[in-house]
């Protein structure tokens, strides 16, 4: 090892060391607020939910990493925490502070070499996106293809296994506050998929595929990666061109509408057709490319970092369901109720989750152009039926949640903030209806088993899917 090896690796060395530091301090911190909640609990004192809901924000938000975009997905989902913690908890932001230039230096020579410069003809010293997991920044590539360099932060595992460990404490919190779901199986979905997010080899197997399912389609863009500049936490892509979906918002309905049917349709055509989702439908990780005319065309999927893959049985559940509702079949909802891995339901149970159900797939059942909601704020939708859900399951419950509702859910409520941003005025029913109206169990598994294996994304295990 050089003297220079041997300075990097003690600054390596220091930088983990304060993390492990930091990391120590927060866990005490959330540890204590455990132990108050426990023994309150334990000797029937009144407790100050508010109180430690906020306390508990203030802890996990020095963290400033991927543990708020886990907090942030927990807040969408009906009692899997306390109102209270919930909402302080989504208030959190996910991006932790930018790399510098001499540490961005090296970190790309960690992965490309020494003499990795050169092998760009340009790159950009200020990133040009950052995230909780690494960020981005442009460059130029010989060929003169413009290039998108997504760099993952130093120490990320070690950072994810502590978050996970935090995850583990919140959840063991709500667990002393009688709650009306088990939350086991969210636990090990939620761990499953932040692990994957740090191999930035599988995202790019996800990005291939992506590229497969919407090679000839005029509504969605996928960046191409160029796999002789990318490594497990280095990712390098094309750049796609394009404007915020925000920007958009006094634009014209039909233009509006039109940003809408892209959405629409890259998240439900390659779950229909084989079986995965993109499970982070964040403004952020779409934007809007337009015609020669400047009329919105189609979106940009640029971020494939939490995808979830499904069993096609899983697939032919959910549209079990959506069938079941549509047709007021009790049997088929059950059915697809069992198929998702729900076990154990009563009457009052079902009925409790045909709630939450016919909320989700509510503005698919009317075959009418129609708003998603009407007078709803984005940061607010599904809150009502979320309530509802939450206090019958206090009195009926417990439910265990299966894993696959984890992202099947975080992805729908996602999805319908961004409807409810453009305030698109559609026919739901049609287009799902659309979508589906070629769907063979069979032939979902050969596409599935066909593409995965073209694009080197691995098949949904026993227990995952």
């Not at 005490?28 to 508990?56: C, M, P, Q, W, Y």
């Not at 989902?77 to 510098?100: H, K, V």
């Not at 709630?355 to 599904?382: C, H, K, Q, S, T």
Request: glycine residues 8%; proline residues 5%.
């Amino acid at each position: 090892m050089t003297d220079k090896d041997a300075t990097l690796s003690d600054s390596e060395s220091n930088r983990f060391s304060r993390r492990i530091r930091r990391y120590a301090r927060v866990g005490t911190d959330v540890g204590a607020i455990a132990a108050r909640i426990a023994s309150s609990h334990f000797f029937g004192l009144n407790l100050d939910r508010d109180k430690n809901a906020a306390e508990l924000a203030r802890a996990l938000g020095g963290l400033k990493g991927p543990i708020m975009k886990v907090a942030q997905l927990l807040a969408t989902i009906p009692e899997a925490l306390p109102q209270e913690y919930a909402s302080e908890l989504a208030t959190l932001q996910s991006q932790a502070p930018p790399m510098g230039w001499a540490f961005v230096k090296r970190r790309m020579a960690a992965e490309l070499g020494a003499g990795w410069q050169g092998k760009f003809a340009s790159f950009e010293h200020t990133s040009a996106a950052s995230a909780s997991l690494g960020q981005v920044h442009k460059a130029v590539a010989k060929d003169g293809r413009e290039l998108a360099c997504k760099l993952q932060y130093p120490d990320m595992q070690s950072a994810v296994e502590a978050d996970l460990n935090q995850l583990k404490m919140v959840f063991s919190i709500h667990k002393r506050m009688n709650p009306a779901i088990e939350t086991s199986e969210m636990n090990k979905e939620i761990s499953a998929r932040l692990r994957e997010e740090l191999d930035y080899g599988l995202e790019a197997a996800h990005m291939a595929l992506y590229r497969l399912v919407f090679e000839n389609d005029p509504l969605i863009r996928v960046p191409e990666v160029l796999s002789e500049l990318s490594t497990r936490r280095l990712l390098t892509m094309t750049w796609l061109s394009g404007r915020p979906v925000l920007d958009y918002k006094e634009s014209p309905l039909e233009h509006r509408n039109q940003i809408a049917r892209g959405m629409f349709r890259a998240w439900w055509y390659p779950f229909s057709h084989y079986g995965v989702i993109h499970g982070d439908p964040h403004l952020g990780n779409y934007t809007v490319f337009e015609d020669e005319a400047g009329v919105p065309a189609g979106i940009n999927l640029l971020d494939y970092g939490c995808m979830r893959t499904f069993a096609p049985r899983f697939v032919q559940g959910v549209i079990d369901l959506y069938n079941g509702l549509r047709t007021n079949d009790r049997a088929l909802i059950v059915h697809a109720y069992e198929t998702w891995g729900f076990s154990g339901l009563s009457n009052d149970l079902i009925d409790t989750l045909n709630i939450w159900a016919d909320f989700i797939y509510g503005p698919m059942l009317e075959d009418r152009v129609r708003a998603l909601a009407e007078d709803v704020n984005p940061a607010e939708y599904g809150r009502r039926q979320a309530f509802q859900v939450h206090k019958q399951l206090k009195e009926k419950g417990p439910v265990k949640v299966p894993r696959e509702f984890v992202f099947m859910d975080r992805a729908a409520i996602g999805l319908g903030g961004v409807f409810l941003h453009l305030n698109a005025e559609l026919n739901y029913y049609r287009l799902f209806n659309d979508t589906i109206e070629d769907f063979e169990l069979a032939e979902v598994e050969r596409r599935q088993a066909e593409a995965f294996a073209t694009a080197g994304v691995p098949l949904p295990t026993a227990g995952e899917g």
